[in-house]
């Protein structure tokens, strides 16, 4: 009897992931900075965030640096309001504000806001440390265990231009799905390093759109940023690519909806 209910519990709790797995969208919408563009919104906002799970984007890209005191911030840019992040304190960036008022995210803000629902998907960008592979490599570290601490590994995938970076993700948690950026790698080479696919440049696979079949091919993801042309959204559609970033979802959305 006692087996039979140790049985049925890790059915339960089996049936229980797999529903939260699947629980996300699946429309290869990834808004680039979260959805920013259309309601003029700061880009890595708590609130371009919130505007991506409203229009339903299967994810929510956004930057990731650390400040000089070791603390994983949210923003595009190396500089914040003009200060450089990575020799700033995390004090001193929050003495700044956004136009709309909210401060600079924390990473861990970041993701317990993402984490409030099961749709979109949080795409974390490891921005590669302009001091030292190492910081780039820590910033890496500070990631995996703060998503593993909050226990956001089914919300979060990694992106990142740093290949040491990536590969330190992969090395601290090997079932994370994570993507490059920088373009030069080929599938088989990112296979062969565990990396769960590429997230190249429009141009990149314009000139190289073997690499779109290949990859599939290898079971590794393909997405494409940034798109905001249609006729590039639409040949990508048609290619079949499984993401495609953009700073325009609404756009992408119309062209899959006409599908």
């Known amino acids: 009897m006692f087996r039979l209910l140790l049985a049925s519990l890790a059915l339960v709790m089996t049936t229980s992931l797999s529903f939260s797995q699947e629980s996300f969208h699946k429309n290869s919408v990834i808004a680039h900075r979260g959805a920013w563009k259309a309601k003029g919104l700061p880009q890595n906002s708590l609130a371009s965030l919130d505007e991506a799970v409203r229009l339903q984007c299967e994810g929510a890209e956004f930057d990731v640096w650390m400040t000089a005191d ?6 595009h840019d190396a500089d914040f309001l003009e200060m450089p992040i990575e020799t700033t304190t995390f004090k001193d960036l929050r003495s700044k504000k956004l136009p709309n008022v909210e401060k600079i995210p924390t990473v861990k803000e970041y993701l317990k806001r993402g984490m409030k629902q099961m749709g979109t998907k949080l795409i974390v960008e490891i921005k590669p440390s302009k001091i030292s592979v190492q910081r780039s490599e820590e910033l890496a570290e500070k990631c995996v ?5 909050m226990k956001a590994e089914k919300w979060v995938d990694y992106i990142t231009f740093s290949y040491d970076a990536g590969k330190k993700v992969i090395e601290h948690d090997p079932n994370a ?3 490059y950026l920088n373009g030069e790698k080929s599938p088989a080479e990112l296979k062969a390093d565990g990396f769960f696919g590429f997230d190249y440049n ?9 690499w779109i079949k290949e990859a599939q091919e290898l079971g590794l993801t393909v997405n494409v940023w940034t798109v905001n042309n249609p006729e590039d959204m639409q040949w990508l559609l048609d290619q079949k690519v499984d993401f495609i970033t953009t700073d325009e979802p609404e756009l992408l959305f119309e062209l899959i909806n006409e599908k």
């Open 145 to 149: 265990e703060l998503v593993r601490e």
């Open 202 to 210: 429009i141009r990149v696979v314009k000139a190289k759109p073997e």
């Open 70 to 75: 070791g603390v994983p911030v949210v923003n």
């Open 177 to 179: 799905n994570v993507a």
